[in-house]
């Protein structure tokens, strides 16, 4: 069974632009969790969606935003890119979210703002 | 405010040793508590993982200890191997609460 894809895996934008990343989760899996993974902050959760609705989100600006599509494909958008969004972002699938379903994650798309 | 709080940040083992990396946490409700392996260039795998009913599981040369009443559970890796060398996180979930992670612990094993 095909695992979790993320495309692209890596990106260099500049200071002030936008970039949507992708996740295809697990076939059936109907939740996708976005995290924000850095050296010094470790993994943090962004937000998760099932059933093509936000069903939790964290503590970051509105600049981050996300959708989860009806075959549950998920893509995250982050507009106004500032240095400090470099990092690596990864995208976790579940059947029916992580309060309840194990994750199985993706390798993840490392974006760096220049 | 961290929900789970992992130690040590980074940890040398020699090859054959034992590491141990340790996790606490304050939510009375989480209920389930998974270890992920991470190596460069990849995202985190689910290791091994307990409930709060056990005190103790193992898997191969892995194992989890938990302490209940101090809310403490740790990894143990015997005989540390050099294909071990990753960066460990621990985890928890339960009531309403979504799955949460430590900062990762970098496990280097020398030959």
């Known amino acids: 069974k095909a695992g979790v894809t993320q495309t692209p895996r890596y990106l260099i934008k500049t200071r002030g632009q936008q970039v949507t990343l992708s996740c295809s989760p697990i076939s059936g899996h109907r939740s996708v969790s976005w995290y924000q993974q850095t050296p010094g902050q470790g993994l943090q959760f962004l937000f998760e969606y099932f059933s093509e609705t936000q069903r939790n989100k964290g503590n970051f600006p509105g600049r981050f935003s996300g959708r989860q599509f009806s075959n549950s494909r998920s893509e995250m958008n982050v507009s106004t890119l500032e240095l400090g969004d470099s990092a690596l972002y990864l995208c976790?699938?579940?059947?029916?979210?992580?309060?309840?379903?194990?994750?199985?994650f993706g390798q993840g798309t490392r974006l760096t703002v220049v | 405010q961290q929900q789970v709080k992992q130690s040590p940040q980074s940890l040398i083992v020699q090859k054959g040793g034992i590491s141990i990396i340790n996790c606490a946490y304050e939510n009375t409700a989480f209920d389930y508590f998974p270890w992920y392996q991470q190596f460069p260039g990849k995202g985190p795998a689910l290791l091994i993982a307990i409930r709060p009913d056990v005190s103790e599981k193992k898997e191969g040369r892995f194992t989890i200890s938990f302490n209940k009443s101090a809310k403490q559970f740790s990894l143990h890796i015997m005989d540390s191997q050099p294909g071990d060398s990753a960066t460990y996180f621990c985890?928890?979930?339960?009531?309403?609460?979504?799955?949460?992670f430590g900062k990762g612990t970098k496990l280097t094993v020398n030959p």
């Open positions: 976790a699938s579940s059947l029916l979210g992580t309060m309840n379903t194990e994750a199985f």
């Open positions: 985890a928890a979930r339960g009531g309403s609460e979504k799955l949460v």
